[in-house]
């Protein structure tokens, strides 16, 4: 897949594209939804479809201190866009130019002269341009004066609820990753590279894979059960630790997880531990006896809920 940012030239191949717009964070249902109807209208009439997303999330650039909330990576990103049909992935960066865009400019000037966009699908709440002045109505009118064809699709509901990246956000933090994961229809995953750490683990028999949550949202800190992709496409069953570790001193936010029945080195490689179970919250325990007692006990549970 390529990979594009709004501010570099758009390749001839891929002018005239079907674009979906969005934020497309969590890539969820409703998201699919959005990327699928472009890419069926791509399809149609034989054009390459793009989809946008925007780095940083807008909400980060207008409220620097709100706690961490992403559900995906660029990267990841870009191989759910791929696997959903996509031939490139744009990526808006947003900053202080792209936030005094006025809505006319972002439609007639960004998507049209410089993209060369054909057609746009985005969600039916989609909003756009310099203090959200655009909105799906202005964003097909200023379309048909450019020659850009656009739609938008309505919020996928289930229940009477709008699946939406917040409710996952909300099963995350409330440790419920079965639910995050029927709304995005796969696991909630973090992806990152595996660095050194104090050895604790590996020296009473758990030796955990650590890796830093960047950027990524804090899901409920505690014990969960988790598969691991390797770089070579291994699948591991396993147990991980996900908080600041409070029996030792000075605590320390990573995500620690033990692969069973595996001893190979994987420092300094990328992996991605996906997240299935909810076992118990964080705990601290008087000694190192406590701490390897619960923590057999943990694995059996991540085993049995593993295995199911």
Not at 64 to 79: H, M, W, Y
Not at 169 to 185: C, F, I, K, N
Request: charge should be negative; proline fraction near 6%.
């Amino acid at each position: 897949m390529i990979r594009l940012t709004s501010l570099d030239p758009v390749p001839e191949t891929l002018r005239g594209a079907v674009l979906a717009l969005g934020n497309f964070d969590g890539v969820h249902l409703g998201h699919q939804a959005v990327i699928g109807k472009a890419v069926e209208l791509g399809r149609q009439q034989a054009r390459p479809v793009i989809v946008a997303t925007f780095d940083p999330h807008p909400v980060r650039f207008f409220k620097p201190d709100v706690k961490a909330f992403r559900l995906t990576t660029l990267d990841q990103r870009e191989s759910l866009f791929e696997a959903l049909g996509a031939d490139a992935m744009m990526v808006f960066e947003f900053g202080a130019k792209l936030a005094g865009t006025t809505a006319d400019e972002f439609v007639t000037g960004l998507l049209g002269r410089d993209l060369g966009i054909s057609a746009v699908i985005t969600g039916s709440d989609f909003t756009f341009g310099k203090g959200k002045q655009g909105d799906v109505a202005l964003l097909k009118s200023l379309g048909r004066e450019v020659g850009i064809e656009a739609h938008d699709v309505a919020p996928i509901e289930e229940g009477g609820e709008v699946i939406s990246s917040s409710r996952i956000r909300d099963a995350l933090w409330s440790g419920d990753p079965q639910e995050a994961a029927r709304l995005l229809t796969r696991p909630f995953a973090i992806r990152g590279m595996v660095q050194h750490g104090d050895k604790v683990g590996r020296s009473i028999g758990y030796p955990t894979a650590n890796i830093d949550l960047g950027t990524y949202i804090r899901p409920k800190y505690g014990i969960y059960a988790v598969t691991g992709l390797l770089p070579d496409g291994r699948v591991l069953n396993g147990a991980a630790n996900l908080g600041i570790r409070p029996t030792f001193d000075p605590p320390k936010e990573l995500l620690e997880p033990y692969f069973f029945d595996f001893s190979e080195d994987l420092y300094g490689q990328e992996i991605e531990v996906a997240f299935h179970h909810f076992i118990r919250p964080e705990a601290k325990f008087d000694g190192l006896d406590a701490l390897v007692a619960q923590m057999e006990k943990d694995c059996d549970e991540a085993r049995r809920l593993l295995g199911a």
